[in-house]
Structure formats: structure tokens, C-alpha cells
């Protein structure tokens, strides 16, 4: 287990500082005009361009601006967008609202692809199975910009069932449909890998052993074949994660719930470089630390690895 | 030793046995991609998606084959007049012809999807057989890459790219979106690449043909490359389609095609706004961009179900 | 431990005085998309408490198959049981609802299985699987459970049982994990055990070690015990019967001393014939000629005719040699059994 930790942290720092160079490359490297480029096209003023050569440190080496923009995101300063308010205090007010949408979404695929999978994988073959096969294909397909708009359009408007927006205090209810929306992206893996595991599983011999131990046929599945089952699906969590993320910036968008992804959303319009930058890199830096958890989480499933 | 297994076991037609008087056809020498053609000619998915890929690559090619109407030719008159003879999807909030729009909407997806596959498909190609062949530092500096790749969430790293590569004001952004699509979406082919070679390096076959001197270049052409073509076609199929909905997903957010051109994701993203009033101009491309994306995912997956029959 | 036990009454009409255990005639198919596998076919035999009963055949021979059809734990479909009689105690527990026959398995009849790594469920801790019987079966608590399991791992001989309980299936060696199947198996006191190549998957030394442990415990509680298995050798020492198992049927059925001294039937000479003896060293190694025959295809008549060296024409005509009865409690399904056993 400790060796397996330690590896994992090890990876996870490469990564970590990889991905965050990359974020930090694409949006500084060789840019003629890095300022006009965070502006985008519109004219930044005198006073502008000196904040953000200072803020960016623009006048140095590249690679010591790396240092000052990681130094940053590890405190917690992530400067100020070009509307001058703080990215930080942005990102605090936009977090919880997100945290919410993101969570009931998880929650809400983990529950309805396991159960599915798993009674797609006991009666593999027939037709609950087979509609569900390509229900999740549609899904795989249905590309976010078509599941959100077309969700709100047929639930939130023509039908009235869920309210079509809603606001940074949300109730669940109101925040339902989004979050559907947003599940259904990860609900077609999960589903997909729930059901191969559990199909794998049930050809396992520790099956045939909990049979002849006399228990019961949902105990031998629900007990037995899931947890084995889970497994894998428990790493597609982190992964899924980063799918979430996307669709959480078009869903909020379309449900114009003031979240993070909403902002993201906002900011690529009014083109405000700096909020774009420092709200993505701070999703990376969460998707990443998640996905550390997830597959520590991995380790304590599988009694194999922790004893490693 | 359990007998469900040695029963198949069994089955195989061995020496020694008396010859089988049992449902075995034999009539024909098999091949893999023999099995599995004749596999997929039977699935229903198969020939559905086939039919729509076609359709939308020929309304593509030549849009005028299905309208007569210029897209472009909008009269602020007709906005969000309902379907009529002439206008069959009705008119958009700019008074465009919605189906026009939805019609041409195809050829940049088409474009950008093909084009960026294709980029991410060469350099999947290239980094996996390397990194599968040589090995060594090589193979650990690639896969490093790749893990790296992966720890950013595709739509967020396709944002911070593609706003670097379309700052030019006057593009209309189809290759600032293709090169952002290609550059980040290689991961998957270069890993399916980099094991197909791992493990057809090993077989003796490949082992025989090295030791006889072949060329790695040679080696791979001839002999890894035919062995992992399946799965690398499957992994394309499939990303053409989401390469597809990413375009339209990041023309959406504004960060893909822009200026005039005509995308699914534009369409959608204006429409979206006034779905209160006019359903209509949000409904049609989003149907359009999900059976396209529909028909290269089924696609995609009806070939791998054909190739690998133990999935299901 | 004691016969007649209090959780006899879990199948109603079950008879004390009856016999322990009789397979009467069973055939079992699996329906396949290839055709239809006949993996036994007419299968005959009787155990009685305190016995031990080898099913001897080769891989493919139906003996798995006999078993799982026995504790009700075939795969089905593909397989199904297309007639005959699993009696227990008088009770044929084919015509026995689900929920009954659920009960009788680690009750009555229980099984351990060949490769105990694959066996036991690598995600629970030995204890956790052992507790779980007491716990669905007799209602305990956590505690007890635990306690039993504990109790149980001790009476299988494993060192330290108190920690090790709360190890994983692959921390213990594979002596020590079929020790644990074991422990399991016996855990609800069954009647019946069934073990399936119990001994094929370890070590030689460790081997020994298990079937000793394996006769103690069955005669300590009287148990009937059926011992399938491929290895001639392992038979001779702890069986007291031996049915001989070939495509599907049992060819023939004799106590130990009478099959290793004078084999009735064709298949158990050459099986005999194939084993390695010390006395013939430098000689060449006898093997049966030709493969067992494909389930889907079993040649007419005897389905041995084609690999043996007695057959002659009635042999390769229907209907099948029936048993003879070659001597009291001794039966061949062979025309020739005489001239097998006269050579």
C-alpha cells in the first residue's frame, strides 16, 4: 500500500507539474503580443498593460514566469480578471453552486448505471439489455451542446416540469434537470463497464463457490460479483470527472446557473484571458487531486494492491 | 478442469478425433477480417449508420443537391417565421432559411472532424510505434506525454488552445479548431498503437522476421500494422464522430468557427438564446449534429463487435 | 459431532434410515450455439455415510459437471438436467423448489473446489466468507460468526487462526487456502462433501498433507464423501469405492482393491496401464491411443469402441452396453468384461 501511495504521488507530481506548463504554455508561449492575446480583441489601455506585464511577469524569462503563475495557484492568488475584480473571490463565489450541480450529477449516474448494468449483465442478451446497449450509444453520441439545450427546451419549457434556469441558491429540485444533463455524460461508461465487469465476474469461480455456500442469488450479486464489479468502475469516477467539468461549462451556460463553468463561459465571450486561465487551471489542478483520491480509493477496494 | 470450458475446448476439431458428424461448417478457409465481415454484414446497426454517414458526406459534398437556397441570403423580415413550401425548417431569429443553414452546416464538420482525426490519427500512429518499438526512454518519455495529456480535461485544454490558435480576428477558425482537435486528441490511437506493437513484437513471427534482418520500418508495415489495423480504424471511427461534437461544443462556447461561418454549434448556440419563442432553429441542427456524431460512433462500435465477439 | 442433526428437518420427507446419497440415470446437456453438448449421460451411484466414493475420468468426462448437477449449481443455461434422480436421504432433491434446495446446499451437501485462489472471493476476508454461512444460514450475529470461523480455521489446522482471520485469500500460501475451503465447506456440518480435484492444483508434499486432513475430518464426523479426481494415485490411498467415469457414463463401478487388482472394463485396465511404476522403469510408458470424444459427437454404441483394443462389432452398434453386474456391488458397462478380466 505505502509503495503503491508513493508511487502514485510520484506520478501525480510529474503530472501535475506537466499539465499545469502545458495550460500555462498554450495560453503565454510564443505570443508576439501575450497581452493583446489575454485581451483578445479588444483594446487594453496603458494602465492594463502594465498590471498584467507585472502580474505575469512578462519581462522575464519564461520559465520564471512559470514559477510566479505555479506560485500563485498554490496560494491562492490567481490575480485579477480584466474587469478588475479578484479571480480568487470570483472563484469562491461561483465554487459552491458547481460543487452542488457536480455532486447530485455523480450521485445520480453511479446509482442509475450500476443498477442498470448490473441488471443489463444478469440478463445479458435480452431486451432490457439490448435497449439499454443502445440507449447508452445514443447517449455516448449525444453531444452535450444537444443534450442541454435540448433538455431544457422539452423539460423546462414546453413541458414545465423543472424550472429552465437556476440561480446560485438552487434548490436540488431546481437543480435536477442540469444535473441530469451532466450525469448522462458518464452514465453511458459507467453503465458499459458496470455491465462487462459484472458479466466477468459472474463466470468468476469464487461465484460458483458463494452459490454452493447456500446464499441467496442477490446476495451471491449484490455482495459477492458487485464489489469485485466495482472496481474498475470506481476509477472511471476520476476520469468521468473531467467530462463533467466540459459539460458543466455549456450546462451552466444553457441553464444560466452562475457557476464556475458559467464563468469559464462568460469569460471565453467577453474574451477575459486572465479568468479563463485562472479558472481552468484551477479545474486542472482539481481534477488531478481527484483523481489521486480515486485511485487511492481503488487501492482500498482491492485488497490485492493495498497489500502490495 | 470445470466442464463448461472444456466443452468448447473439446469442440475444436482435433487429430485423432472421429471426424465430427455435428453442425460444423468448414467450407471455408476463415480470416478475421473474413469472420468479421461477414459478421457485421448482418447487423442492422451496422448498415443504418452506414446509410447515414453517406447522406450527411454527400450533403457535404454538394450541398446544393438538397437545397437550392443560399444559406447567407437572410432577411431580417422573416425572423422566426414558422416552416412553410419553401422554408421547410422555417427561418432563425436573423431570418436565414433554417434548413439551408442545417444543410450546410455539414461540410464544416465534416472538414474539421476529417481533417483533425486525421492529424490525430497520424500522430497517434507515429508516437505509439515508435514508443512500441523502440521502447526504452523513449516509450517512457511518450507515455509520460500522454499521462500528462490526460491530466487536463479535454474541453478545458481545448479552450486555452484554441483561443491561442484562432486569435486572428479575420479566420473563420476551421484550422485554428482542426489543429486544436488533432494536437489533443491523439492519446487514445497512440495507445492502442503502442500496444497492438508490444505485444504482435513478441510473436515469433515478427521475432523471425527481425532476425532475418527485416528493417523496423519494414517489420512494421508488413507485419505489426496489418495485426492492430482493426482496432486503430475502430478508435478513428469513433473520433471522428466526437471530434464532430467537440467542434460543435467549442463553436458553441465561441472558441471553434466564428466570423460567418456556418456551424451546427453556432446555430445551436444562437438558437438556444430564443427557444422560448422559436424552437425550430435549435431543434433541426441539433438533431442533424446528434445523427451524425450517432452514425461514426455506431459505426465505430458495430466494427469493433465484429472484430472482438467476446464483448458481448 | 453427531448423525442426526437438528437442521435435518430444513427439507421436509427427508428419511434418516434412507440412503445418503443417490444419482439414479442422470443426463445433463449443455445447449450451445454450436449444438447440443451431451456431458452426462445415464450416470449411476450411491454413497453412504461414512464412505468415500471416487469419480474417476479424465478432464471432459462429466465428473464436474455430475457434481455441480448434484449441489444445484450448474450453469444453466447452458446447461440442463434432462433427466433422472438426485436423491438425498430419499428426497429427490431435482423436484425440490429453489429456496429448499438453496438450503441443503452447505447443510447437507458441500463442495470444495480445485483451485482455491480462484475460489474464494479475492475482495472479502477469509473470515468474512467463512461468518457469512453462519450468519445467512443460522442467523448469528457478527460476533459469533466470527468466533465460529475463528473455531473453524482452528479445527483445518491453520496456525495463528485468530489474525489470520482477518487476511486476504491471496496472503495465504495455496495449502493453507484449500485448508480454508475446507473449513468452509464443513463449516454448516453437512452430510455430503464433494470435492472437486481438491489436491490437483498444489504441491506434491502439501497434497498428501490435504487428504489427510480431508479422512480425518470425514471420519470424525461420518461424513460421505465424493472425491473426484484424475489421479489414479490419489484415489487408491483414501477411496473405498471408485466410479469410472467416460464420456458421460459411469463405465465402471468397484470398491478400490477389486479395480487396481482386476479392472473390468477396457478404459480403467488402460488407465491403470498409464500409470508410471517404478518396477517398469526404462520400459515404454503405455498411453490410451486417441483423444475422448467431442461432447457434441459420442460414437454410437460404447462411446470407448473407437480407442480400445476388446471392441468388436456389438460394440459399435446401438444401444450402449448396459451395466453388468460382474460380481456383487461391482457393475462394467462392457459386452467383454470377461475377457477383460481374464487376460
Redesign the interface.
Known sequence: MFRYIVRRLLQMVLTFFGATFVVFALTFANQDDPLQALAGERPITESQRLALTERYHLDEPFLTQYWYYMKGLLTGDLGTSLTGQKIGDMLVNAWPVTMRLALIAIVLAVVISVTAGVYSAIRRGGAFDNITLFLTLVLLAMPIVVLAPMAQLLFGIQLGWFPPTATRDASLYALFLPALVLATLAIATELRVTRTSVVENLR???V?????????GR?VIWV?VL??SL?PVVTLIGVDLGGLMSGAIVTEKIFNIPGVGFNIARAISTEDGPLVVGFVSILVIIFLVVNLVVDLLYAA????IR?E | ????T??????A??A???A?????KTDKPRSLAGDAWNDLRKRPVFWISIVLVAVILLMAAWPTLFTSIDPRACTLANQHKGPSGSAYFGYDFQGCDVYAKTIYGAQNSIIVGALSTLLSGVIGLVFGLAAGYYGGWLDAVLSRGIDIMLGIPFLLGAIVLSSRLAADPNSDGVLAVTMTLGLLTWTSAARVMRSAVISSKNQDYVAAGRMLGATPARLMLRHILPNSIASFIVILTILLGTNIASEATLSFLGVGLKGDAISWGISISEASRYARVAPGPLVYPSLFLAATVLAFIMLGDAIRDAFDPKLR | MTVTKAHIDVLPGADPRAPLLEVNDLHVE?R?Q??V?K?VNGANFRLAAGETLAILGE??C?K??TA?AI?G?L?SP??FITKGQIKYRGVDLLGVAEEQR??????QI??I???AL???????TVGFQLA??FR??RGMSRKDAKKRAIELLDQVKIPAAKTRVDD?P??FSGGMRQRV?IA??LALDPEVLIA??PT?ALDVTVQAQIMGLLADLQKQRNMGLILITHDMGVVADVADRISVMYAGKVVEEAGVYDIYSRPAHPYTRALLESIPRLDMKGQQLNVI?????????I?QGCAFN?RCRFAKDPCRQDPAPPAYAVAPQRTARCHFFREVLGE
Open positions: 468468476a469461480d469464487y460458483r463457490t458463494a452459490r454452493a455456500k447456500g446464499l441467496t446476495r459477492h464489489r469485485n472496481i477496494l482491492d485488497p490485492r497489500y | 478442469m470445470s466442464d463448461p472444456s466443452i468448447t475446448a473439446v469442440e476439431p482435433g485423432g478425433v472421429p465430427p458428424t455435428g453442425p460444423v | 449443455f450451445t454450436y449444438g453438448a456431458a478432464s471432459g462429466g464436474s459437471v455441480q449441489m449449481i450453469d447452458p446447461g438453496r438450503k441443503v446446499r452447505a447443510n458441500a463442495m473446489f480445485q483451485d480462484s475460489a474464494l472471493n479475492p475482495v472479502y457469512e454461512l445467512i444460514h486476504y491471496h496472503q475451503m468452509m465447506a472437486d480435484e490437483t491411443q486417441g483423444l475422448p470424444p467431442a461432447l457434441t459427437s460414437p473407437p
